[in-house]
């Protein structure tokens, strides 16, 4: 079976068990537990991108928050704020 190192290695992976099934090297029950294992390897792959994309997000959000905190900031009324965000011309 070829390498899985990510999902899209898996469709490789399933073709060649599919392969390897059809040419006789595998027995179908052979072949049906190889492509379970590597059914396994996509789940893992997924918990481990999902994790990869909640921890970019924290340190987005991280990344925010300390420029936010950064930046001088000056009491004004909702009239200001809008005067100074909304201004014409």
Do not use: C, Y
Not at 43 to 50: E, F, L, Y
Not at 54 to 66: D, G, N, Q, V, Y
């Amino acid at each position: 079976m070829p390498a899985i190192g990510s999902a899209a290695d898996l469709a490789g992976a399933m073709a060649a068990i599919a392969a390897a099934a059809a040419a006789g090297e595998l027995t179908p029950g052979e072949a049906f537990d190889m492509a379970r294992v590597a059914d396994s390897f996509l789940r893992v792959i997924d918990a481990r991108d999902a994790e990869r994309q909640a921890e970019a997000a924290r340190r987005s959000r991280a990344e925010r928050e300390a420029a936010d905190n950064a930046a001088p900031r000056r009491d004004m009324s909702f009239h200001e704020w809008m005067d100074d965000h909304f201004k014409n011309g």
